[in-house]
C-alpha cells in the first residue's frame, strides 16, 4: 500500500502528465519522493495549455515563416524583446539544471516559463497584431518543446511536428543555444514594471467584483508611449485616457490610476455606507448602556469609543466619494 503503480496513472492522466508530474517532484536533497498525485493532475492541464497555444499560434493569418528565424531584433516590439530575454534565461538555467541531475528544477522552470509567461502574458500581448509577433510565436513555442521533451516526448513530438521544423523528428533536433537568442534588458525593465501596473489594476478590479468583460478607464500620463498605452489595454481590458495634469513624472506607468465605472462605484459605496451605519449604530447603542459603561474596565470602554470614532470617520469618507461619484455622473 505504499506504492505507485504508474500504468494507473498513465490511463488517468496520459504518459507525457504522469513523468512529467512525477520529475516535478524529484529533488536531489533527499532520495524519498513523497508523491503526490496532483503534480500528474496540473502537468496535465500544463499539456493542455501547450496543446492550446499551438492552436493559437497555427491560427495566425499571416502565417508562420521558416523554422528559427527571428526577424532583425531593430523590428522587435517590446513584448517579443522581453519573451526572448526570458527564453534566453530559461534555456540557461534548464540547461545549468540538467548538468547538476537537477531535472525537477529544470521541469519546473519549463512549466512557469511556458504557461505563466509565455501563454498568459506573451500570446496575450501577441493579440496587438505586429509584423514579428508570429515569428516569435514560434520560436519561442519550437524552442520550449526542444527542452521539454526528455521529459515529455509525445506531446513535444506533436507540437514540434506541428510547428515550422529542421529535421525528421524532435529526437534529433538541437538543443536550443542561448548565445542565439537577442536579449534587451532596458526593454526587459519596462516590461516588468508594466506588469506590475497591470498587477495593480487587476487587484482594483478584484476589490470592485467587476467581471473581466467590464471595461476599466486608465488615467494616464501623457508621456506613456502608444505602444504601452495598446498593452497596458489588451492586459487589463481597459481603456486609457490621459490625465489633464501636464505634470511630469519620473515612471509613466506607476502614475496610472483607476477609474472605475460609476454605476459599480456607486453600488460598492452605497453598500459599504450600509454596513457603516449599521456598526456606528450599533456602538452607540452600546456606548448608551448604562450597564456595559459601568460595569466594564476604563479601557474597554475607551477601546469601543475609539472604535465608534473610526467608524464615523470611515463613513464620513465614504459619504463623500459616493456624492463625487453622483456628482460626476449628473
Same mark, same amino acid.
Given at each position: 500500500?505504499?506504492?505507485?503503480?504508474?500504468?494507473?496513472?498513465?490511463?488517468?492522466?496520459?504518459?507525457?502528465?504522469?513523468?512529467?508530474?512525477?520529475?516535478?517532484?524529484? %529533488?536531489?536533497?533527499?532520495?524519498?519522493? &513523497?508523491? +503526490?498525485?496532483?503534480?500528474?493532475?496540473?502537468?496535465?492541464?500544463?499539456?493542455?495549455?501547450?496543446?492550446?497555444?499551438?492552436?493559437?499560434?497555427?491560427?495566425?493569418?499571416?502565417?508562420?515563416?521558416?523554422?528559427?528565424?527571428?526577424?532583425?531584433?531593430?523590428?522587435? !516590439?517590446?513584448?517579443?524583446?522581453?519573451?526572448?530575454?526570458?527564453?534566453? *534565461?530559461?534555456?540557461?538555467?534548464?540547461?545549468?539544471?540538467? +548538468?547538476?541531475?537537477?531535472?525537477?528544477?529544470?521541469? /519546473?522552470?519549463?512549466?512557469?516559463?511556458?504557461?505563466?509567461?509565455?501563454?498568459?502574458?506573451?500570446?496575450?500581448?501577441?493579440?496587438?497584431?505586429?509584423?514579428?509577433? !508570429?515569428?516569435?510565436?514560434?520560436?519561442?513555442?519550437?524552442?520550449?518543446?526542444?527542452? $521539454?521533451?526528455?521529459?515529455?516526448?509525445?506531446?513535444?513530438?506533436?507540437?514540434?511536428?506541428?510547428?515550422?521544423?529542421?529535421?525528421?523528428?524532435?529526437?534529433?533536433?538541437?538543443?536550443?543555444?542561448? /548565445?542565439?537568442?537577442?536579449? +534587451?534588458?532596458?526593454?526587459? !525593465?519596462?516590461?516588468?514594471?508594466?506588469?506590475?501596473?497591470?498587477?495593480?489594476?487587476?487587484?482594483?478590479?478584484?476589490?470592485?467584483?467587476?467581471?473581466?468583460?467590464?471595461?476599466?478607464?486608465? =488615467?494616464?500620463?501623457?508621456?506613456? +508611449?502608444?505602444?504601452?498605452?495598446?498593452?497596458?489595454?489588451?492586459?487589463?481590458? *481597459?481603456?486609457?485616457?490621459?490625465?489633464?495634469?501636464?505634470?511630469?513624472?519620473?515612471?509613466? $506607468?506607476?502614475?496610472?490610476?483607476?477609474?472605475?465605472?460609476?454605476?459599480?462605484? %456607486?453600488? %460598492?459605496?452605497?453598500? =459599504?455606507?450600509?454596513? $457603516?451605519?449599521?456598526?456606528?449604530?450599533? $456602538?452607540? &447603542?452600546?456606548?448608551?448602556?448604562?450597564?456595559?459603561?459601568?460595569?466594564?474596565?476604563?479601557?474597554?470602554?475607551?477601546? =469601543?469609543?475609539?472604535?465608534?470614532?473610526?467608524?464615523?470617520?470611515? %463613513?464620513?469618507?465614504?459619504?463623500?466619494?459616493?456624492?463625487?461619484?453622483?456628482?460626476?455622473?449628473?
Amino acid at each position: 500500500g505504499n506504492v505507485i503503480d504508474p500504468l494507473e496513472l498513465i490511463a488517468k492522466y496520459g504518459a507525457d502528465a504522469t513523468r512529467l508530474g512525477i520529475v516535478r517532484q524529484m %529533488r536531489l536533497e533527499s532520495q524519498e519522493l &513523497r508523491f +503526490d498525485e496532483r503534480y500528474c493532475q496540473k502537468s496535465r492541464e500544463f499539456n493542455t495549455k501547450m496543446w492550446n497555444a499551438l492552436l493559437y499560434v497555427s491560427s495566425r493569418p499571416e502565417g508562420l515563416p521558416r523554422a528559427n528565424v527571428l526577424p532583425a531584433k531593430e523590428r522587435l !516590439s517590446l513584448a517579443d524583446r522581453w519573451i526572448l530575454t526570458r527564453l534566453n *534565461a530559461t534555456v540557461r538555467a534548464v540547461s545549468a539544471a540538467l +548538468d547538476t541531475f537537477a531535472f525537477g528544477v529544470a521541469a /519546473d522552470l519549463l512549466l512557469e516559463f511556458v504557461w505563466y509567461e509565455y501563454c498568459d502574458w506573451y500570446l496575450e500581448a501577441s493579440k496587438i497584431e505586429t509584423p514579428t509577433r !508570429s515569428a516569435v510565436l514560434s520560436f519561442v513555442l519550437n524552442a520550449a518543446v526542444r527542452m $521539454l521533451h526528455p521529459i515529455a516526448p509525445f506531446v513535444t513530438e506533436s507540437i514540434w511536428q506541428a510547428l515550422p521544423h529542421d529535421g525528421e523528428t524532435i529526437v534529433t533536433a538541437s538543443w536550443p543555444d542561448a /548565445d542565439e537568442i537577442p536579449t +534587451d534588458e532596458i526593454a526587459t !525593465s519596462t516590461y516588468e514594471r508594466l506588469r506590475a501596473a497591470v498587477g495593480r489594476i487587476r487587484d482594483v478590479r478584484s476589490e470592485l467584483g467587476l467581471a473581466p468583460r467590464e471595461r476599466l478607464t486608465l =488615467e494616464v500620463p501623457a508621456t506613456l +508611449d502608444r505602444e504601452l498605452r495598446a498593452l497596458l489595454e489588451q492586459h487589463a481590458g *481597459a481603456t486609457c485616457v490621459e490625465r489633464p495634469s501636464a505634470a511630469v513624472v519620473d515612471d509613466p $506607468l506607476a502614475a496610472v490610476g483607476v477609474r472605475a465605472p460609476a454605476g459599480v462605484l %456607486r453600488g %460598492r459605496y452605497a453598500k =459599504e455606507l450600509v454596513r $457603516l451605519d449599521g456598526e456606528v449604530v450599533r $456602538l452607540e &447603542r452600546k456606548l448608551a448602556n448604562e450597564q456595559f459603561v459601568g460595569k466594564a474596565s476604563p479601557d474597554v470602554v475607551a477601546k =469601543e469609543r475609539r472604535k465608534l470614532a473610526d467608524y464615523e470617520a470611515e %463613513r464620513a469618507l465614504v459619504r463623500e466619494r459616493l456624492a463625487a461619484v453622483q456628482a460626476e455622473d449628473q
